[in-house]
């Protein structure tokens, strides 16, 4: 008895010739999501997802494929880093503005504090504010 039966398909392209692997693909998803999640978690998100997403890139490119997933990683992060940075200036901003009236108000109440004086739109009386200095 003969076995004419064909075994050769389910095992077809045994010698690793099927589609090529792209090394940097899952670094560019972990750079994509550490920079999305860099818009919560202010620079230290941004900065690693810029990091592996370039290192993603990179791999890729090595092997001559491309990446776009890692190119996305990398201007997610850039935007993510470019407004941490904004968000940092303008607190800074608002508390140096805040911050230097609320000196200009204590001054006032040292120099007379029976006075009332306003602060963002309250009347508050000295003798209110500077218990709240001591």
Known sequence: MTNDVDRSAPYADQNGSGAAVNPGK???IVGLVLGI???VAAFVGPIAGLIVSIIGRSKSKAVGQKNGIAVA???VSIVALIANIIAVIVI???GVAFGGA???IVEQCQADPT???EFQGQQ???EEILQGTN
């Open 92 to 94: 800074i901003g608002l």
């Open 26 to 28: 899952t670094m560019g």
């Open 37 to 39: 999640v860099g818009f």
């Open 102 to 104: 609320a000196v200009d």
């Open 73 to 75: 990683g990398i201007i």
């Open 115 to 117: 006075q009332t004086v």
């Open 124 to 126: 508050l009386s000295c």
